[in-house]
């Protein structure tokens, strides 16, 4: 297979090299490479300057708030509903940080923002928006402002995500 060509089955993707851990493969460039490994170093970069919890971690952090007998299966529940953000990274969740309040409770504004935003599987597209910054919220990013105007946050994702893209 030449560089740049489509990849179409996961043995393709494996005898190319292409380690995606659910990323999105890039849109076809001279070598299309270049775009998986930008998204490679921009995903590694934020699982070492962002606070992620672990599955265990959201469950000690929720345990008060819910009222199942099962943490776990609450944390399931949490993101099938799409009320708890999480990025799948080498077979487990890892949950950001920003959508918990400064008591460690999961703010119920999350699923707002969650409503808005296309999900895949791995959520690393949400990941990457979510930790750029934004003139729409004074060059700051979204993760910073959502604990203090989670509101805004939503507006600026409404308008990013569902607006009419006139400003293109």
Do not use: C
Not at 52 to 73: C, F, H, M, T, Y
Not at 137 to 144: E, I, S, V
């Amino acid at each position: 297979m030449r560089p740049g060509s489509p990849i179409q089955s996961g043995d393709q993707k494996e005898a190319a090299g292409w380690e995606d851990e659910g990323l999105p493969l890039p849109i076809s460039t001279d070598d299309g490479r270049d775009l998986l490994r930008a998204s490679l170093e921009r995903r590694d970069s934020l699982l070492h300057s962002e606070t992620w919890l672990s599955s265990d971690e959201v469950a000690i952090r929720i345990s008060a708030s819910i009222a199942g007998n099962d943490p776990k299966q609450d944390i399931r529940r949490l993101r099938r509903e799409g009320r708890l953000f999480a990025v799948r990274f080498e077979g487990r969740y890892l949950h950001p940080d920003f959508q918990f309040n400064a008591q460690g409770q999961l703010m119920a504004e999350v699923k707002d923002l969650l409503d808005v935003l296309p999900t895949t599987d791995a959520n690393w597209n949400l990941a990457f928006w979510v930790f750029q910054p934004t003139r729409a919220l004074g060059g700051k990013r979204p993760a910073d402002v959502f604990r203090q105007d989670p509101q805004r946050v939503v507006v600026v994702a409404q308008k990013d995500f569902l607006g009419d893209n006139e400003r293109w």
